[in-house]
């Protein structure tokens, strides 16, 4: 299930991120990872990729895909 940017921006914290995605690039998570959270694109990789580059962790990056 996909939670709102508010309530991702909290388990973000809580999860101890260093940086929060902007809502814009929240959107993009939202449309692109959690609609495909059982398979993976090129598009969702790099994706992935670049949330990885600005410190998210691959535990913050299931949970906003949907997988726990």
């Known amino acids: 299930m ?3 940017y ?3 921006k909290k388990g973000v ?3 101890g991120g260093k940086e ?3 809502r814009k690039q929240y959107g ?3 449309s692109r990872i959690a609609a495909k959270s059982r ?3 090129a598009r969702t990789l790099a ?4 949330l990885r580059k600005s410190g998210l962790t691959q535990k ?3 949970r906003l895909r949907g997988i726990k």
């Open 2 to 4: 996909v939670q709102s």
């Open 39 to 41: 398979f993976s694109t």
């Open 20 to 22: 929060v995605a902007t």
């Open 47 to 50: 994706i992935e990729g670049q």
């Open 6 to 8: 508010r309530q991702y």
């Open 60 to 62: 913050e990056i299931n």
């Open 28 to 30: 993009i998570i939202k």
């Open 13 to 15: 914290k809580k999860l």
